[in-house]
C-alpha cells in the first residue's frame, strides 16, 4: 500500500496534544507497514540542538531527526514455525539468529520472485493466537496483528471493515502466495539425528555412486593376493566430507587425495579411499538393505541416493539410476515419507528416472525431510512465487489464548513461513524496544524532521557556527526502521562532513551499514566517531536478558565491518549486572572480544534502577535468578545506584581488563564510576536498548 495513501483522516486523528496546532506539520501519516505508529512530517526549523549547559554530556550540541521511535515490532508466528533458508532447507522460527540468510521476494517485472536476503532482527512475545488452514492442509499459527501476501494484496489475520480497527483482513477463501506446508514435521530428520539415519545416508550415496572392490590375484610367485578397496570420488565436497564424517563415526577412516585433474570439461574431483580388508567388511555390512526400514533410515537413504545420483533443474527434482532394487527403495522411502513421485520410462541405456511431483511445496517437502549435503542443489533463488497448492483459507480459528510468538526482520520486508509469504510486522509493542530514559513504553507517536537535512545545511553555514562536535543518537536512534523509509541521515551526514563538523553516532540499528562508504569518506575531512551497545558475550544470558535485540555475535560483527571502514568505534558496556555479568571472566572475554573486534575503547557501567523501572526488573530477576533477589536488594538498598563500593570495585575490575586487552576509555563518555546504566536498557520480554543516562542529564540512546 503506498505511503502516499496513508494520511490521517478525521476519523483517525494525530494522537499527539496540540501537534496539529503547529504551523511546520506538513501531514500525519498512518500505514500497515508501521500499524499503530503515526508519523508527523514535520518542516524543522532547525536541526541543531544545543545540549542544556547544566547537562553532565560532554558535548554541547545534538541532531535528532526523529522524536520517539519506530523500533518497535509485533512478535507474530508460532516458534516451530519453519522458515525457509536461502539454501533451500528449513528451520524453526525459534531457531533463527540475526544474520542468518533466508528465503524472501522480490518484484521483478511481472512477476514476484523468491531471492535470498538476511535475518536483520528477531523479537519474541507473547500474542493472542490464532490458526489459519489452508485447503491443501498447511497449518501457521499467527497473531491477529501479522499479515500474509495473498491474492488480493497483504491482508491481517483480524481486522474490521469499519471503525478503529478497520483493515484489510483475511477471510475464508482468500487464496495465500507461496508453496504451501502440509504437515510433515520437516526438521524431524536430518545429519544430526543419529545412527539411523547415518546408516541410509551411506546405503544411499555409497550404493549409487562409490566403488567397492574384492578381488583375489596371484602374484608372479603363484601366491594368492587378495584386493580390498572402497573408493569414492566427488566434485561436490560437501557430500564427500559428509560421506567421510559418517564413516569415521563407525570407525571407518579413510584418506582423501585428489582425483583426476580439472579440464575445460570436467571438474576437479577428489576420492577418499581405504583398502583395509575390515573397513571394507564393514562398509559393507553398513549398506545392507534393513528388513523394514523406518522413516529416518528413509530420510537419509534418500538424502545420500539424491547427493548421489539427484538433480533439480528448472524446478524439477529427479534421482537416476540403472538398478532395480535400488529405484524400488527410492520409491518405497518416498511414498513412506509422503513425497509424492512418478517413474519415468527408462532410457536405452536402461537409466530410469523418479521424478517428485508437486512443485515447489513437494520439493521443499523433500529437502527438509531428508536434508542432503549439496546445497547448490537445494536453491529456488530467482524462481516466480506461483503455486498449484490449494491455498484458500478453509478456517480461522481463535486459540483462546496467548502463546509464545517470534518475528524477525528481513531485508526483503518478507519471509517464507510454512510454505507462504509473510510480511514483518512493526507495530506497537506492550513493552517498547526502544525506551525512554524513563521507562516508560514506547510513543507511537513519531515526529520526522522531513528537512532536517536542508536545515541543517543553513545553519551550519553561519559564521557563527564554531565547528563544535556534534552527538547523534542522543535522545533517539537515528538508525531506527523509520529511517529505512525517510533516508535523513545520509544528507545530514554529507552536510557535517562538507562543512568541516566532527561528530559521532551512537545506534545499535543494523541500519548503519547502509551508510558505511559514506561514513568512510565523511571520516576523511572529519573527525568521526561510531559507538556500538555490547555488555556481555554469553550468548545464553544475552537471550534471556534481552532476547528482543541482536546476538553479541552480530554486534562484534558490525564493530568488525566499522573497524574495516576505518571508523574508530566505542563499546558501551552498559549496564553491568551484578552477580551475572561481573565476573572477572566475564569482563575479560568481553574486553578481549570487543578488541578482537577492532574496537577502540570501551566505557561499562553497573545497572541503574530507576522508580518503576526497579519493581520490573526485580520482578524479573525473581523469575530467572531468584538466589539473587536477597543480594540485590542489599546492594542497592532500595535505591538507584549500586553501592559506591561496588562501584569503585567494579571499576577497577573493568579497568584491569581493559588494560589487558588494550582498550582505552571512550573520551566522550561518561567515567564509569558515573552511575549511569539504566535497568529500562534491558526488556526480557520485549527488547532492549542501552541507555547511558548520567544523573541529571539527557539519556543517550543506542
Given at each position: 500500500?503506498?505511503?502516499?495513501?496513508?494520511?490521517?483522516?478525521?476519523?483517525?486523528?494525530?494522537?499527539?496534544?496540540?501537534?496539529?496546532?503547529?504551523?511546520?506539520?506538513?501531514?500525519?501519516?498512518?500505514?500497515?507497514?508501521?500499524?499503530?505508529?503515526?508519523?508527523?512530517?514535520?518542516?524543522?526549523?532547525?536541526?541543531?540542538?544545543?545540549?542544556?549547559?547544566?547537562?553532565?554530556?560532554?558535548?554541547?550540541?545534538?541532531?535528532?531527526?526523529?522524536?520517539?521511535?519506530?523500533?518497535?515490532?509485533?512478535?507474530?508466528?508460532?516458534?516451530?514455525?519453519?522458515?525457509?533458508?536461502?539454501?533451500?532447507?528449513?528451520?524453526?522460527?525459534?531457531?533463527?539468529?540475526?544474520?542468518?540468510?533466508?528465503?524472501?521476494?522480490?518484484?521483478?517485472?511481472?512477476?514476484?520472485?523468491?531471492?535470498?536476503?538476511?535475518?536483520?532482527?528477531?523479537?519474541?512475545?507473547?500474542?493472542?493466537?490464532?490458526?489459519?488452514?489452508?485447503?491443501?492442509?498447511?497449518?501457521?499459527?499467527?497473531?491477529?496483528?501479522?499479515?500474509?501476501?495473498?491474492?488480493?494484496?497483504?491482508?491481517?489475520?483480524?481486522?474490521?471493515?469499519?471503525?478503529?480497527?478497520?483493515?484489510?483482513?483475511?477471510?475464508?477463501?482468500?487464496?495465500?502466495?507461496?508453496?504451501?506446508?502440509?504437515?510433515?514435521?520437516?526438521?524431524?530428520?536430518?545429519?544430526?539425528?543419529?545412527?539411523?539415519?547415518?546408516?541410509?545416508?551411506?546405503?544411499?550415496?555409497?550404493?549409487?555412486?562409490?566403488?567397492?572392490?574384492?578381488?583375489?590375484?596371484?602374484?608372479?610367485?603363484?601366491?594368492?593376493?587378495?584386493?580390498?578397496?572402497?573408493?569414492?570420488?566427488?566434485?561436490?565436497?560437501?557430500?564427500?566430507?559428509?560421506?567421510?564424517?559418517?564413516?569415521?563415526?563407525?570407525?571407518?577412516?579413510?584418506?582423501?587425495?585428489?582425483?583426476?585433474?580439472?579440464?575445460?570439461?570436467?571438474?576437479?574431483?577428489?576420492?577418499?579411499?581405504?583398502?583395509?580388508?575390515?573397513?571394507?567388511?564393514?562398509?559393507?555390512?553398513?549398506?545392507?538393505?534393513?528388513?523394514?526400514?523406518?522413516?529416518?533410515?528413509?530420510?537419509?537413504?534418500?538424502?545420500?541416493?539424491?547427493?548421489?545420483?539427484?538433480?533439480?533443474?528448472?524446478?524439477?527434482?529427479?534421482?537416476?539410476?540403472?538398478?532395480?532394487?535400488?529405484?524400488?527403495?527410492?520409491?518405497?522411502?518416498?511414498?513412506?515419507?509422503?513425497?509424492?513421485?512418478?517413474?519415468?520410462?527408462?532410457?536405452?541405456?536402461?537409466?530410469?528416472?523418479?521424478?517428485?511431483?508437486?512443485?515447489?511445496?513437494?520439493?521443499?517437502?523433500?529437502?527438509?525431510?531428508?536434508?542432503?549435503?549439496?546445497?547448490?542443489?537445494?536453491?529456488?533463488?530467482?524462481?516466480?512465487?506461483?503455486?498449484?497448492?490449494?491455498?484458500?483459507?478453509?478456517?480461522?480459528?481463535?486459540?483462546?489464548?496467548?502463546?509464545?510468538?517470534?518475528?524477525i526482520t528481513t531485508g526483503t520486508g518478507d519471509f517464507i513461513a510454512n510454505g507462504v509469504v509473510s510480511h514483518n510486522c512493526f507495530a506497537r509493542n506492550t513493552h517498547s524496544y526502544l525506551g525512554l530514559d524513563t521507562g516508560l513504553d514506547f510513543d507511537s507517536q513519531l515526529v520526522v524532521k522531513i528537512n532536517a537535512g536542508e536545515v541543517l545545511r543553513r545553519e551550519l553555514a553561519k559564521p557563527s557556527w564554531k565547528h563544535d562536535h556534534v552527538a547523534m543518537g542522543t535522545n533517539t536512534d537515528p538508525y531506527q526502521r523509520a529511517e529505512g523509509r525517510y533516508k535523513l541521515m545520509p544528507e545530514i551526514i554529507r552536510?557535517?562532513?562538507?562543512?568541516?563538523?566532527?561528530?559521532?553516532?551512537?545506534?545499535?540499528?543494523?541500519?548503519?551499514?547502509?551508510?558505511?562508504?559514506?561514513?568512510?569518506?565523511?571520516?576523511?575531512?572529519?573527525?568521526?566517531?561510531?559507538?556500538?551497545?555490547?555488555?556481555?558475550?554469553?550468548?545464553?544470558?544475552?537471550?534471556?536478558?534481552?532476547?528482543?535485540?541482536?546476538?553479541?555475535?552480530?554486534?562484534?560483527?558490525?564493530?568488525?565491518?566499522?573497524?574495516?571502514?576505518?571508523?574508530?568505534?566505542?563499546?558501551?558496556?552498559?549496564?553491568?549486572?551484578?552477580?551475572?555479568?561481573?565476573?572477572?571472566?566475564?569482563?575479560?572475554?568481553?574486553?578481549?572480544?570487543?578488541?578482537?573486534?577492532?574496537?577502540?575503547?570501551?566505557?561499562?557501567?553497573?545497572?541503574?534502577?530507576?522508580?518503576?523501572?526497579?519493581?520490573?526488573?526485580?520482578?524479573?530477576?525473581?523469575?530467572?535468578?531468584?538466589?539473587?533477589?536477597?543480594?540485590?536488594?542489599?546492594?542497592?538498598?532500595?535505591?538507584?545506584?549500586?553501592?559506591?563500593?561496588?562501584?569503585?570495585?567494579?571499576?577497577?575490575?573493568?579497568?584491569?581488563?581493559?588494560?589487558?586487552?588494550?582498550?582505552?576509555?571512550?573520551?566522550?563518555?561518561?567515567?564509569?564510576?558515573?552511575?549511569?546504566?539504566?535497568?529500562?536498557?534491558?526488556?526480557?520480554?520485549?527488547?532492549?536498548?542501552?541507555?547511558?543516562?548520567?544523573?541529571?542529564?539527557?539519556?543517550?540512546?543506542?
Amino acid at each position: 500500500m503506498r505511503w502516499d495513501g496513508q494520511l490521517v483522516t478525521a476519523e483517525a486523528p494525530a494522537a499527539l496534544p496540540g501537534l496539529a496546532k503547529l504551523s511546520n506539520l506538513v501531514r500525519s501519516v498512518q500505514t500497515p507497514e508501521f500499524a499503530g505508529i503515526t508519523f508527523h512530517e514535520v518542516l524543522a526549523k532547525s536541526a541543531l540542538s544545543r545540549v542544556p549547559s547544566q547537562s553532565a554530556m560532554p558535548f554541547a550540541w545534538t541532531i535528532n531527526p526523529y522524536r520517539g521511535c519506530s523500533h518497535a515490532c509485533t512478535y507474530c508466528l508460532h516458534p516451530d514455525t519453519l522458515i525457509l533458508m536461502a539454501d533451500g532447507r528449513q528451520k524453526a522460527l525459534h531457531k533463527i539468529m540475526v544474520g542468518d540468510q533466508v528465503m524472501g521476494t522480490e518484484v521483478r517485472g511481472r512477476y514476484r520472485r523468491y531471492t535470498r536476503t538476511q535475518v536483520e532482527a528477531k523479537w519474541p512475545t507473547r500474542k493472542h493466537a490464532y490458526r489459519l488452514t489452508l485447503g491443501d492442509g498447511t497449518q501457521i499459527v499467527a497473531s491477529g496483528d501479522h499479515r500474509f501476501l495473498s491474492d488480493r494484496g497483504w491482508k491481517f489475520v483480524q481486522g474490521a471493515m469499519w471503525g478503529a480497527e478497520q483493515r484489510p483482513y483475511l477471510t475464508p477463501h482468500n487464496k495465500l502466495m507461496g508453496f504451501g506446508f502440509r504437515g510433515l514435521a520437516l526438521e524431524a530428520y536430518g545429519p544430526e539425528q543419529g545412527e539411523t539415519y547415518r546408516r541410509g545416508y551411506l546405503t544411499g550415496m555409497i550404493r549409487g555412486d562409490a566403488m567397492l572392490l574384492r578381488r583375489t590375484y596371484t602374484r608372479a610367485s603363484g601366491t594368492p593376493n587378495n584386493v580390498s578397496m572402497f573408493r569414492l570420488a566427488r566434485t561436490d565436497s560437501e557430500a564427500l566430507e559428509r560421506t567421510r564424517g559418517y564413516l569415521a563415526k563407525e570407525g571407518i577412516s579413510t584418506v582423501q587425495r585428489p582425483f583426476g585433474t580439472k579440464t575445460d570439461t570436467r571438474k576437479q574431483m577428489t576420492a577418499i579411499h581405504t583398502s583395509r580388508a575390515a573397513h571394507y567388511d564393514a562398509i559393507r555390512g553398513l549398506i545392507e538393505w534393513p528388513v523394514e526400514p523406518c522413516d529416518a533410515w528413509n530420510a537419509g537413504f534418500l538424502a545420500g541416493v539424491f547427493d548421489a545420483e539427484g538433480s533439480c533443474s528448472r524446478g524439477v527434482l529427479r534421482i537416476s539410476n540403472s538398478n532395480q532394487e535400488i529405484l524400488t527403495h527410492i520409491e518405497a522411502a518416498m511414498s513412506a515419507l509422503g513425497i509424492t513421485h512418478v517413474r519415468e520410462p527408462a532410457r536405452a541405456n536402461g537409466v530410469a528416472q523418479i521424478r517428485v511431483v508437486g512443485g515447489l511445496q513437494m520439493r521443499t517437502r523433500f529437502f527438509g525431510a531428508t536434508t542432503p549435503a549439496i546445497s547448490r542443489k537445494l536453491k529456488i533463488e530467482g524462481l516466480a512465487v506461483k503455486s498449484d497448492a490449494d491455498l484458500r483459507i478453509v478456517l480461522i480459528e481463535d486459540l483462546g489464548q496467548e502463546q509464545e510468538m517470534f518475528d524477525i526482520t528481513t531485508g526483503t520486508g518478507d519471509f517464507i513461513a510454512n510454505g507462504v509469504v509473510s510480511h514483518n510486522c512493526f507495530a506497537r509493542n506492550t513493552h517498547s524496544y526502544l525506551g525512554l530514559d524513563t521507562g516508560l513504553d514506547f510513543d507511537s507517536q513519531l515526529v520526522v524532521k522531513i528537512n532536517a537535512g536542508e536545515v541543517l545545511r543553513r545553519e551550519l553555514a553561519k559564521p557563527s557556527w564554531k565547528h563544535d562536535h556534534v552527538a547523534m543518537g542522543t535522545n533517539t536512534d537515528p538508525y531506527q526502521r523509520a529511517e529505512g523509509r525517510y533516508k535523513l541521515m545520509p544528507e545530514i551526514i554529507r552536510a557535517l562532513a562538507d562543512s568541516g563538523t566532527p561528530f559521532s553516532i551512537l545506534t545499535k540499528g543494523t541500519l548503519l551499514a547502509r551508510d558505511l562508504p559514506l561514513l568512510h569518506e565523511a571520516a576523511k575531512d572529519v573527525d568521526v566517531g561510531m559507538g556500538i551497545s555490547l555488555a556481555m558475550t554469553d550468548a545464553g544470558l544475552a537471550h534471556r536478558v534481552e532476547p528482543g535485540t541482536p546476538t553479541p555475535r552480530a554486534r562484534l560483527d558490525l564493530i568488525a565491518k566499522l573497524s574495516d571502514a576505518g571508523l574508530p568505534c566505542s563499546v558501551m558496556a552498559m549496564p553491568i549486572l551484578p552477580w551475572l555479568t561481573d565476573s572477572e571472566e566475564a569482563l575479560d572475554d568481553l574486553c578481549a572480544s570487543v578488541a578482537a573486534a577492532g574496537a577502540t575503547s570501551m566505557t561499562a557501567g553497573a545497572l541503574h534502577l530507576r522508580p518503576g523501572a526497579r519493581e520490573w526488573y526485580m520482578q524479573w530477576l525473581a523469575k530467572e535468578y531468584p538466589q539473587l533477589v536477597g543480594s540485590y536488594r542489599r546492594l542497592y538498598d532500595g535505591g538507584t545506584y549500586a553501592s559506591k563500593d561496588y562501584r569503585r570495585w567494579l571499576a577497577a575490575r573493568v579497568g584491569a581488563a581493559k588494560r589487558r586487552h588494550g582498550l582505552q576509555s571512550a573520551a566522550r563518555l561518561r567515567d564509569v564510576n558515573t552511575p549511569q546504566a539504566d535497568a529500562s536498557s534491558i526488556r526480557p520480554n520485549g527488547g532492549t536498548i542501552a541507555a547511558v543516562v548520567p544523573e541529571g542529564g539527557q539519556a543517550t540512546l543506542f
